[in-house]
């Protein structure tokens, strides 16, 4: 027994040696690589065209990795900062991005469309190449304006024509499986509600949506008109021909040449010059993130998703954000106010919203900032509403682009409860609660009258709560604040005609107003410190590998599994769906998907 205790012994240590090894040699080969990596600079070539493939709904902004790589698709944050240091970098000499397929908000393509004429206003040029324009919305052909040259494939199709949306009714299908949907609003724009109660738009509905559309129209047509040096009119009779070929378009003007995706790519490393190299601007920025500095003078806090209550774990390998988490992101707002070598904070917002606790603490955490002599500035991206516009509401400045949805000053609450719909398939279900209201959220039940009362109270508390809030913060009188609010979503050209937004534009115009109000001259680089701190090598190592093999694999088979479209299909479902929980979400809206 001794015996084969020592041998099991002598199992266990010789693995765990192994284990070790393996992990020193890891550490080992890093350590060598960065060492290289600091012999030979960067490792990028004399002279660079960027490669920019915007063909793939983008996320707003990502998690840093530590490692240095992450995702291989570009978000936007990585095209605005990417584009920023290639502004700066001699060997950059231009960009060549392929478009047409993303169906781009309008707000998002505004913000890479400034992000080009910022690149371009230092003499490098930007070649945008589609193989034909395939949404009907004009987020895709907007980004593409703002190149030197748009080029197509020929025969390809153009078909940009305008601004739509829709929305998905549920009532019609509760009536006929008996499921009751006992949802309230506040107020009558609070369009997130109307999916589960109504069979169509209300008054309040259509009004709002019409109007957006209206804007982003307006906000597009006359962007790209600039863009091409063409009056507003010429592109909107251009547009209204859709859908049409690329020899039509060439003909308006819309674009420059026909030619095929070798051929522009090739006249855009010819124009770079003799030896020129594409490289793509995920591996540019990723290598500039590994060499980049450590210190800064404005915090950069990126804030994308659904808020939501606690924290989340984000991977090692970095990875689009996909919700904010109370904890985390009050955590990082928090570390920046401490730290004494920052002067300001800039963060980017992109949310519809989500727990009113969870917007609640982050709003908490810049107001303490402000008051610790921290000046925050908002960035919003495509979408900064209901929630997204509650954490953003004491900042010193709030900037947002034209097409920004925003505003949706609003809650909503309520269940949707299923038990004679359980009965129609023979399956009967009984909740038995200890208590007056401990079934108040159950599925199966409906509420009681007097629950209901409850319900609308809680809603009217923290719709009240919200309004105040807001004109607290924007400095304006309540009875204006709740005459904008009413859950009404606004554009931000719309949001700051009304006092919801100080100033139009993108992220480095939110860069502008921080560092005035930090006191940084305008001619002074701004600094960026990214919160949260990005964990170390050996910290994001050690985390990897503390869990089993077993459980590493049952981890990526649960990633493949709930990444499947029908799966993703059912989450947002049962996402969107209120809980009895009161809730400051903006959803449903037009031209977006969640």
């Known amino acids: 027994m001794v015996a084969f205790l020592r041998w099991c012994r002598s199992i266990l240590v010789g693995t765990l040696n192994g284990f070790v090894k393996i992990a020193l040699a890891l550490v080992l080969i890093v350590v060598v690589l960065g060492v290289i990596g600091l012999a030979k ?50 060997r950059v000499k231009g960009v060549f991005m392929r478009v047409g397929s ?24 930007v070649i945008a190449y589609a193989q034909g324009f395939f949404s009907e919305g004009l987020g895709d052909y907007l980004a593409a304006s703002s190149a030197n040259e748009i080029w197509m494939e020929p025969k390809s199709p153009f078909e940009p024509a305008g601004t739509a949306g829709g929305a998905i009714f549920l009532r019609g299908l509760f009536d006929k499986i008996q499921a009751e949907p006992q949802i309230v609003k506040r107020a009558e724009y609070k369009s997130a509600a109307d999916m589960f109660m109504e069979k169509g738009y209300t008054p309040a509905n259509r009004e709002e949506t019409q109007e957006v559309l209206q804007s ?50 090739w006249a855009a490393l ?5 030896d020129a190299k594409a490289i793509d601007i995920v591996d540019y920025v990723h290598t500039k993130q590994r060499i980049g500095v450590s210190g800064g003078n404005i915090a950069l806090i990126e804030a994308a998703g659904d808020i939501q209550d606690g924290k989340v774990e984000t991977s090692p390998f970095g990875g689009e954000n996909t919700v904010i988490a109370g904890d985390n992101l ?18 980017r917002v992109d949310s519809p919203g989500g727990s009113v606790t969870a917007s609640d ?52 609450t309520g269940k949707v409860s299923v038990g004679k719909t359980l009965g129609l398939i023979g399956v009967t279900a009984e909740d038995i609660g200890v208590g007056k209201n401990a079934l108040f959220n159950s599925g199966i039940e409906p509420y009681t ?43 931000g050209a719309d949001a700051k005609a009304r006092g919801l937004v100080d100033r139009l ?61 029908p799966a993703r299909i059912a989450i947002r479902a049962l996402n969107e769906t209120p809980r009895g929980g009161v809730e400051m979400r903006a959803v449903n809206l037009p031209g977006q998907a969640y």
Do not use: C
């Not at 960027?50 to 570009?74: V, Y």
């Not at 005459?483 to 606004?490: L, Q, S, T």
């Not at 990214?530 to 050996?538: A, D, L, S, T």
């Open 449 to 491: 009258p007097e629950q209901l009362a409850n319900l609308n109270a809680q809603a009217d508390a923290i719709y009240a709560d919200f309004t105040q809030k807001v004109a607290a913060g924007r400095k304006l009188p309540l009875a204006q604040v709740q005459a904008i609010a009413k859950g009404r979503v606004w554009t």
């Open 41 to 90: 600079g960067d490792g990028l070539p004399p002279k660079i065209i960027l490669s920019m493939d915007l063909r793939q709904p983008m996320a707003d902004s990502s998690a840093p990795s530590p490692f240095g790589f992450g995702s291989h698709r570009p978000t936007v944050m990585d095209i605005v900062l990417g584009l920023d240091a290639a502004q700066r970098d001699n």
């Open 505 to 565: 534009g993108g992220f480095w115009t939110a860069v502008d107003e921080a560092k005035k109000l930090a006191g940084i001259g305008p001619n002074e680089q701004a600094v960026f410190k990214r919160y949260p701190q990005p964990k170390g090598f050996f910290q994001a190592f050690s985390n990897m590998f503390g869990q089993s093999a077993a459980t590493m694999r049952a981890m990526q088979g649960l990633v493949t599994i709930m990444s499947s479209p």
């Open 361 to 412: 603490q982050i709003l908490n955490a810049v107001k303490k900032a402000q008051a610790k002599g921290k000046p925050v500035v908002i960035s919003m991206g495509s979408l900064a509403a209901s929630g997204g516009y509650y954490i953003s509401s004491s900042a010193n400045k709030i900037v947002a682009e034209p097409g920004t949805l925003t505003g949706s000053i609003g809650v909503l």
């Open 330 to 347: 009050s955590q990082a707002i928090r570390a920046a106010a401490d730290d004494k070598s920052i002067k300001a904070i800039v963060l």
């Open 102 to 125: 993303a169906d781009m908000p309008v707000a998002q393509a505004e913000e890479i469309r400034a992000a080009i004429q910022r690149f371009r206003s230092s003499g490098k040029f």
């Open 270 to 274: 010819r124009r770079a010059g003799a």
């Open 216 to 265: 982003w129209y307006n906000v597009a047509t006359a962007q790209a008109a600039s863009d091409r040096r063409l009056d507003q009119k010429s592109i909107v009779s251009a547009i209204e021909q859709s859908p049409q070929f690329a020899g039509s378009v060439l003909r308006a003007h819309l674009i420059d040449r026909i030619g095929y995706d070798d051929d522009a790519q």
